[in-house]
Nanobody
Framework: QVQLVESGGGLVQAGGSLRLSCAAS????????MAWFRQAPGKEREFVAT??????NYADSVAGRFTIARDNTRNMSYLQMNSLKPDDMAVYYC?????????????????WGQGTQVTVSS
């Protein structure tokens, strides 16, 4: 099993920045895909970004504003979010997938964190 714990969420004004962190523990492996998804009230969980080695994918809605990174020596992954918009407000989830290369579909992910709330005020 792999345990994922997110941190770094909070309240920010539109145009501001936040950095989310995800700490992985348990039977994690460096080759796992690490990703961020988000879910706003009344909406489905949607893909934000994923990374596996040199493979990185971003949702069109965040490309150019968000940056995903990982530190395998610390079993950490990060999501730097800049130029935040009210539409970015959601609960953000860290996820890990054992298989595939930078998948973007939630069902492809095996492990999930509990989520961290990001609130963007206009």
């Amino acid at each position: 099993q792999v345990q994922l714990v997110e941190s770094g969420g909070g309240l920010v004004q539109a145009g501001g920045s936040l950095r989310l962190s995800c700490a992985a523990s348990g039977r994690t492996r460096n080759w796992y895909n690490m990703a961020w998804f988000r879910q706003a009230p009344g909406k489905e969980r949607e893909f934000v970004a994923t990374i596996r080695g040199a493979y990185i994918n971003y949702a069109d809605s965040v490309a150019g504003r968000f940056t995903i990174a990982r530190d395998n020596t610390r079993n950490m992954s990060y999501l730097q979010m800049n130029s935040l918009k009210p539409d970015d407000m959601a609960v953000y989830y860290c996820a890990a997938a054992r298989f595939g290369t930078a998948p973007t579909i939630p069902r492809d992910y095996d492990y999930w964190g509990q989520g961290t709330q990001v609130t963007v005020s206009s």
